[in-house]
C-alpha cells in the first residue's frame, strides 16, 4: 500500500514537471516571463510546495511542517532578494517557528490530532511574532511599535504567562 502512494507521488511530479518543461518549450513567452519574474528564491518556496504535495499524496499530514518550514524561509530569502535586504537575517530568523506553527495547524487540519495541533501552532506562531517584533525593533529599526511599545508588548506578554500559569494551576486542585 505504502509502495502505491510512492509510485503514485513520483508519478504525479513527473507527470508536472513533464508537462511544464513541455509547456515552456512550445509557449517560450511562458519561460521568458518566468526569468523576469521568478528569482532564486522561488526555488525554495517550490521545494516546500513539492514537500507538501509529497505529503498530501502519500497521506504524511506531518510533512506540512517541513514544507512550511522551507516554504518560509524561501519567502524570507525572496523579500530579501526583492528589497536587497539581507542584514534582516537578524531578527527574521525568529520567523521559523511561526512556520513551524503554520505547518502544525496545517497539519492539524489535514486529520493529525487536529485539536492539539490547532492548539500547539497557534502558540508557535503568538511567540514568533512577539519575538519578531522584539527582535527587529532592537535591530532593524522597526517603529511599527513606537517608543513604548516594546515595553508595553513585554508586560502584556508576562501578564499572559502569569495568568496561562495561574490558570492551569487553578485547575488542578491537587490535595497537599
Same mark, same amino acid.
Given at each position: 500500500?505504502?509502495? +502505491?502512494?510512492? %509510485?503514485?507521488?513520483?508519478?504525479?511530479?513527473?507527470?508536472?514537471?513533464?508537462?511544464?518543461?513541455?509547456?515552456?518549450?512550445?509557449?517560450?513567452?511562458?519561460?521568458?516571463?518566468?526569468?523576469? +519574474?521568478?528569482?532564486?528564491?522561488?526555488?525554495?518556496?517550490?521545494?516546500?510546495?513539492?514537500?507538501?504535495?509529497?505529503?498530501?499524496?502519500?497521506?504524511?499530514?506531518?510533512?506540512?511542517? &517541513?514544507?512550511?518550514?522551507?516554504?518560509?524561509?524561501?519567502?524570507?530569502?525572496?523579500?530579501? %532578494?526583492?528589497?536587497? %535586504?539581507?542584514? #534582516?537575517? @537578524?531578527?527574521?530568523?525568529?520567523?521559523? &517557528?511561526?512556520?513551524?506553527?503554520?505547518?502544525?495547524?496545517?497539519? *492539524?487540519?489535514? *486529520?493529525?490530532?487536529?485539536?492539539? %495541533?490547532?492548539?500547539?501552532?497557534?502558540?508557535?506562531?503568538?511567540? #514568533?511574532?512577539?519575538?519578531?517584533?522584539?527582535?527587529?525593533?532592537?535591530?532593524? *529599526?522597526? #517603529?511599527?511599535?513606537?517608543?513604548?511599545?516594546? &515595553?508595553?508588548?513585554?508586560?502584556?506578554?508576562?501578564?499572559?504567562?502569569?495568568? @496561562?500559569?495561574?490558570?492551569?494551576?487553578?485547575?488542578?486542585?491537587?490535595?497537599?
Amino acid at each position: 500500500m505504502r509502495q +502505491n502512494r510512492s %509510485n503514485l507521488a513520483l508519478g504525479i511530479i513527473l507527470l508536472v514537471i513533464g508537462g511544464w518543461l513541455l509547456v515552456t518549450r512550445q509557449v517560450p513567452s511562458i519561460q521568458e516571463w518566468l526569468d523576469a +519574474n521568478f528569482t532564486w528564491p522561488m526555488y525554495t518556496i517550490g521545494a516546500g510546495l513539492v514537500v507538501l504535495l509529497i505529503g498530501l499524496i502519500t497521506g504524511a499530514p506531518g510533512m506540512a511542517i &517541513p514544507a512550511s518550514i522551507i516554504a518560509g524561509i524561501g519567502g524570507i530569502l525572496y523579500y530579501q %532578494n526583492s528589497t536587497d %535586504n539581507f542584514g #534582516s537575517w @537578524s531578527y527574521m530568523w525568529t520567523l521559523i &517557528p511561526g512556520f513551524v506553527g503554520v505547518g502544525t495547524i496545517l497539519a *492539524g487540519l489535514l *486529520g493529525e490530532n487536529t485539536r492539539r %495541533n490547532l492548539g500547539h501552532g497557534l502558540r508557535l506562531i503568538v511567540t #514568533s511574532t512577539v519575538l519578531f517584533l522584539i527582535f527587529a525593533t532592537f535591530f532593524g *529599526g522597526l #517603529s511599527i511599535l513606537g517608543e513604548y511599545g516594546l &515595553p508595553i508588548l513585554l508586560i502584556l506578554l508576562g501578564v499572559y504567562v502569569l495568568a @496561562s500559569g495561574f490558570l492551569r494551576r487553578g485547575g488542578n486542585h491537587e490535595a497537599r
